[in-house]
């Protein structure tokens, strides 16, 4: 029996084939030793030596005597069963536009694998992955040059535990407690509640942003201040009422909640109209030490560090580079609204004041 070599180059790392398995089986029973047939399918000799002994089965001879002998669809059988094992393909694979796709909009437009995710579904790249199989790739580096570094809220994020604390009586007797704010806040079922708060820069720095966000729809006012005194924050509840008008600013914001700090402490200010001398929101109080009571102005807060770093001078900060980062965000789809954005919701709900009021008149 002749056998020459085998016109298939090239095979290193690739499985043995069902007619690779047969020469196997034929070749021994001709009585050709492991070297000679790795030679004849261009094989290394280790991998025909471990293929004979996954593939070998019990035989009786003629004489009735038990000897082990190599059989191919045994082998075949055993490779199938092992492959079994091994999961599921990786849908990158050799996908070059979806891995560019999730690599650009990672590390350029600094989204989240949740929106990535959500964003390849109407994409129309072939291989759409979901979140967690995403989180996976990044896990095991498949994507070249985005790791969990590159992930804002996988680097900064930290495991907390809430503190315990004691609550304490309001500072002054104008100052209305969270306590008292209407259910509708709470559950967030209401438009035009929002949360206040001052995003500081640098020690010694004087300047700082002013932070407004809508508790339903995620919207974000953000204003730069000169200083961190009550006076400014007052100046630019101001500056926004005039804006949107007196009729539409009480609709549009209900109700406000701060901390506690000096910087809101003008309550008659803060609530009373620049336009009409009336009352133009009511402001409310979350409790010393917990600024889970204020959560959607915080992680608003965290993204706005994406762009503006802690120990920043807020001073160099355009005005243009602080409202390209305002649109950045309110332009951002948001998983908790269904992947919609917050400028999106926030359009709407507007929307309907402006139809409700025009229908007044």
């Known amino acids: 029996m002749e056998h020459g070599k085998s016109t298939e180059h090239g095979r290193k790392g690739k499985h043995l084939s069902m007619a690779e398995r047969v020469v196997i089986e034929r070749m021994l029973g001709a009585g050709y030793p492991a070297p000679s047939i790795a030679a004849t399918l261009d094989r290394h000799q280790r991998t025909i030596e471990r293929e004979i002994v996954r593939g070998?089965?019990?035989?009786?001879?003629?004489?009735?005597?038990?000897?082990?002998?190599?059989?191919?669809?045994?082998?075949?059988?055993?490779?199938?069963?092992?492959?079994?094992?091994?999961?599921?393909?990786?849908?990158?694979?050799?996908?070059?536009?979806l891995v560019d796709f999730v690599s650009r909009?990672?590390?350029?437009?600094?989204?989240?694998?949740?929106?990535?995710?959500?964003k390849l579904k109407t994409a129309g790249i072939d291989g759409v992955v979901c979140t967690n199989t995403l989180y996976s790739y990044i896990d095991q580096c498949l994507i070249a040059g985005v790791s969990n570094e590159s992930l804002w809220e996988k680097r900064k994020r930290s495991?907390?535990?809430?503190k315990v604390v004691r609550r304490s009586k309001k500072v002054h007797t104008r100052r209305k407690?969270?306590?008292?704010?209407?259910?509708?806040?709470?559950?967030?079922?209401?438009?035009?509640?929002?949360?206040i708060d001052l995003v500081v820069g640098s020690?010694?720095?004087?300047?700082?942003?002013?932070?407004?966000?809508?508790?339903?729809?995620?919207?974000?006012?953000?204003?730069?201040?000169?200083?961190?005194?009550?006076?400014?924050?007052?100046?630019?509840?101001?500056?926004?009422?005039r804006e949107y008008g007196a009729a539409a600013f009480r609709r549009?914001?209900?109700?406000?909640?701060?901390?506690?700090?000096?910087?809101?402490?003008?309550?008659?200010?803060?609530?009373?109209?620049?336009?009409?001398?009336?009352?133009?929101?009511?402001?409310?109080?979350?409790?010393?030490?917990?600024?889970?009571?204020r959560g959607s102005n915080e992680n608003t807060n965290r993204i706005i560090r994406r762009f503006i770093p802690k120990g920043s001078n807020i001073a160099n900060f355009s005005r243009m580079q602080i409202k390209d980062t305002e649109e950045w965000i309110n332009n951002y789809p948001r998983k908790i609204i269904d992947f919609q954005s917050p400028q999106q919701l926030f359009q709407e709900k507007v929307g309907n004041i402006a139809a409700y009021m025009n229908k007044d008149h």
């Open 252 to 293: 549009t914001f209900k109700t406000i909640t701060a901390d506690n700090g000096s910087e809101f402490l003008d309550v008659d200010g803060m609530q009373r109209s620049v336009l009409s001398n009336t009352a133009r929101t009511s402001l409310f109080y979350a409790h010393p030490y917990s600024s889970w009571e």
């Open 105 to 118: 909009h990672v590390l350029d437009n600094k989204e989240s694998p949740a929106v990535v995710a959500f």
């Open 177 to 195: 407690s969270i306590e008292q704010r209407p259910a509708a806040v709470e559950s967030r079922s209401e438009f035009g509640h929002w949360e």
């Open 56 to 97: 070998s089965v019990e035989h009786r001879d003629s004489e009735w005597c038990t000897k082990r002998v190599y059989n191919a669809d045994r082998g075949q059988d055993v490779h199938a069963l092992n492959a079994t094992a091994k999961g599921p393909k990786l849908k990158l694979g050799s996908n070059q536009a």
């Open 203 to 241: 020690i010694g720095s004087k300047a700082a942003l002013m932070t407004l966000v809508e508790r339903q729809t995620r919207k974000l006012i953000m204003c730069k201040l000169p200083n961190k005194k009550h006076a400014s924050v007052r100046n630019a509840l101001n500056g926004i009422e």
């Open 159 to 162: 495991g907390r535990t809430r």
